[in-house]
């Protein structure tokens, strides 16, 4: 039931986005409350089990969609693949991202997100518009179609001496429904990154700044408006290990008094919280409420070069859409090949629980008693 469910909702949004689309045939420019509510979905099963709080803590490939400030932080190539399942595996979500420092202060990195779903039924030839019911034989008459929404991303990074580092996204989105409608778009991100010291940074990303522009084949023409996501994290190593906090609002521009924590006119407001405890930098556990105030978890593994994340999100029990299951791999390749120009590693730090040094200590010379004659 709940999957069923899920497909139908689905399939009515779809649906009476079809019918804005077909009605709105002439060339004209909206702002389209939503339209670009695929590019919320996140990426990193490590932010995500935190409740999506990234904009002032993300060091990793995965700041290329959160913060591409972030990107300045990383000292060797990094690769990302993610997977996740929503709405009782109706909707699927891919991301995959590469990023690669260069020089001494920049980075660049590429990424992809796709979010389809498939098998979406079309039952408008299977109904008597005359009679208000199915025609006989329905189900041979329903249809199949899929609909997906890409988004590519290329972003670029620079840290500098005064302790914050900004970055740039160039954004070019590609949707399809089917085979009634098409369309492509293109926009800009920007962030900032403060560190203030102590293990408090600042982080500012601006998604859409410039009003990221959307053209449907059917001359409908959409305007993306920004979202700012303002964060703040501290780092604290305690208990063998570092604690993660993190707080972050997203600040929006399209009037969602229904859904915000917070609205002001036009202006909403959503908080996020997330909580990590890693241990050694092996192993992880995650807390976090996203930004409608969902409960989220998160489990991580770090073997070698690779982490291993897992986030799970949990739906309110009334409406019964299903939880969120996110799994995700980051390879880092830290070969000194690989390095950053002028970035040199920190010496391995001995446990607190293990002398300095294991190597038995050498006798001491033996005094050879005097030879009196």
């Excluded at 932080?73 to 420092?101: C, D, E, R, T, W």
């Excluded at 590519?152 to 409608?181: C, E, M």
Aim: hydrophobic share 40%.
């Amino acid at each position: 039931m709940p999957k069923l469910k899920a497909i139908a909702i689905v399939s009515c949004r779809l649906i009476l986005l079809l019918l804005c689309i077909a009605k709105e045939g002439q060339a004209q420019v909206v702002l389209g409350k939503y339209a670009g509510e695929f590019l919320a979905f996140g990426v990193g099963a490590r932010p995500l089990g935190m409740g999506g709080v990234a904009s002032a803590l993300v060091q990793d490939v995965t700041a290329g969609y959160w913060n591409p400030a972030g990107l300045s932080k990383i000292n060797y190539p990094q690769v990302a693949l993610m997977h996740a399942q929503s709405f009782g595996n109706v909707i699927n979500y891919n991301y995959g991202a590469l990023a690669i420092p260069f020089e001494e202060t920049k980075s660049l990195g590429i990424s992809v997100m796709r979010l389809g779903v498939s098998d979406i039924p079309d039952t408008r030839g299977a109904w008597d518009e005359a009679r208000n019911r199915p025609i006989d034989n329905a189900e041979n008459l329903i249809t199949r179609f899929n609909a997906a929404d890409w988004a590519f991303l290329v972003s670029y990074a620079v840290t500098t001496p005064y302790k914050f580092s900004y970055g740039l996204n160039a954004k070019f989105i590609l949707r399809h429904i089917g085979n009634f409608a098409n369309a492509w778009g293109i926009g800009v991100d920007a962030g900032v990154i403060y560190d203030v010291g102590s293990g408090f940074t600042l982080g500012i990303s601006v998604q859409d700044i410039t009003t990221t522009f959307i053209s449907w084949t059917t001359g409908r023409n959409e305007l993306i408006t920004p979202t700012a996501k303002l964060g703040g994290g501290y780092l604290l190593d305690a208990l063998y290990g570092r604690f993660t906090i993190g707080i972050d609002t997203d600040v929006r521009f399209e009037g969602r008094k229904s859904t915000a924590h917070l609205a002001l006119g036009a202006v909403s407001l959503n908080f996020r919280g997330g909580l990590e405890y890693s241990y050694k930098n092996i192993v992880a556990v995650r807390a976090g409420l996203d930004d409608i105030g969902r409960l989220t978890l998160g489990a991580g593994l770090r073997i070698a070069k690779l982490n291993i994340d897992y986030s799970f999100a949990r739906f309110d029990s009334i409406e019964q859409l299903g939880n969120s299951h996110r799994i995700s791999l980051q390879l880092e390749l830290d070969q000194e090949s690989f390095r950053r120009k002028g970035y040199v590693p920190p010496p391995e730090e001995t446990p607190p629980d293990k002398p300095k040094s294991d190597e038995p200590k050498p006798d001491k010379p033996k005094s050879e008693p005097e030879n009196h004659q």
